[in-house]
């Protein structure tokens, strides 16, 4: 062993390359310091799985850092040391396109981890149902608004409701999106479902504003923005929905004594979300178990190392254009909140 640093279809899954595989390529995005998550879990899942499941294995792990040259470069060295089967969270999309041109050219199958790479030559894709992490997070804003008084935050009137989303060119930001609007468009819109107005949406100006979107899914900006808004209304803010934990934790951190006083959601079910929720500062996070993410991903590079066929751990296809279906492992998040916060221990 090295180390180094819809439903289903009926289409069936094309036979890839990778029998036979001993040398796995790893390639994060980001370190630890961003999103809590990358290098304290899911490389550590990930190695784990794979070094117990295939004797003198190989693995070229690498982190970018958020930089997406730098990844395609890692790429480069993943496949000229012998890589024969790549496991990729892609920094960017167009990145994440040239490394499956360059692993195709060499018969190689790349499996796109936890953020989808828009290409029809993407051999596998395997993360969370981000539409449910949206639903659940705006299922929470609705629990806690339908408890008025008697709620958490004593929720009354017609509270002003900010959203903070991940990065425009991440497909899950996109999927969150679509959720967030689908279930609370009749509460700030009510005009178009014949009822009374309960939220008012002071930022997104709407669905299509980019401005919402955080490069990147950048704390920092998420924070800058959050502060900005409050300034600009005088603090009138009782809902902020935020989509992770890395975001929603900046936020939090530049509140002040606004901490607890304002409905926050976040996603990962990171260990300083768990924090936040015991002290009241987070009102919920959407957990995606990044060791049962890297447990099927792990099944995955065994199978295809044992030139098996994949089909029985597929479980959902994903269009990405009018051609092409890929073959995806789709999981089902939980939402965490302190009623349930052992989840996370």
């Not at 190689?108 to 953020?115: G, K, L, Q, S, T």
């Not at 304002?262 to 987070?282: E, P, V």
Request: charged share 30%.
């Amino acid at each position: 062993m090295t180390i180094a640093g819809c439903q289903i279809s009926a289409q069936k899954t094309q036979h890839l390359e990778g029998k036979g595989c001993k040398d796995i390529g790893i390639l994060l995005p980001a370190t630890a310091a961003e999103s809590g998550r990358w290098e304290e879990k899911d490389r550590h899942f990930l190695e784990k799985g794979i070094i117990e499941k295939i004797p003198d294995v190989t693995i070229r792990y690498f982190n970018a850092n958020s930089n997406k040259e730098l990844q395609e470069k890692q790429a480069d060295l993943a496949l000229k040391g012998g890589s024969c089967i790549l496991i990729v969270t892609r920094v960017e999309n167009e990145q994440g396109i040239n490394i499956i041109k360059k692993a195709k050219k060499k018969g190689v199958p790349v499996i796109a981890y936890d953020r989808l790479i828009k290409h029809d030559d993407l051999s596998f894709y395997i993360s969370f149902d981000s539409q449910e992490v949206g639903r659940l997070q705006a299922d929470y804003v609705i629990q806690e608004l339908n408890k008025g008084q008697e709620g958490i935050y004593k929720l009354e009137g017609i509270p002003n409701l900010v959203m903070i989303n991940g990065g425009i060119d991440d497909e899950n930001s996109h999927a969150i999106q679509e959720s967030w609007f689908k279930r609370l468009n009749s509460y700030f819109q009510p005009e178009e479902f014949n009822q009374n107005k309960r939220l008012n949406l002071i930022f997104p100006r709407g669905k299509d504003d980019p401005q919402y979107f955080m490069p990147d899914w950048s704390g920092k900006k998420a924070a800058q923005k959050v502060n900005e808004l409050l300034k600009n209304h005088q603090d009138n803010i009782q809902i902020i929905l935020v989509a992770n934990d890395s975001m929603a934790n900046e936020i939090i951190g530049s509140l002040g004594d606004k901490r607890g006083k304002i409905l926050i959601t976040g996603q990962d079910g990171s260990a300083q979300s768990r924090k936040n929720i015991k002290n009241g500062f987070q009102g919920i996070t959407i957990y995606k178990s990044s060791e049962l993410l890297a447990k099927k991903t792990v099944e995955l590079v065994v199978t295809l190392s044992e030139g098996k066929n994949t089909e029985d751990l597929i479980n959902w296809d994903i269009e990405i254009s009018k051609e092409k279906e890929i073959p995806s492992v789709i999981l089902r998040p939980i939402s965490v909140t302190k009623e349930n916060i052992e989840v996370l221990d």
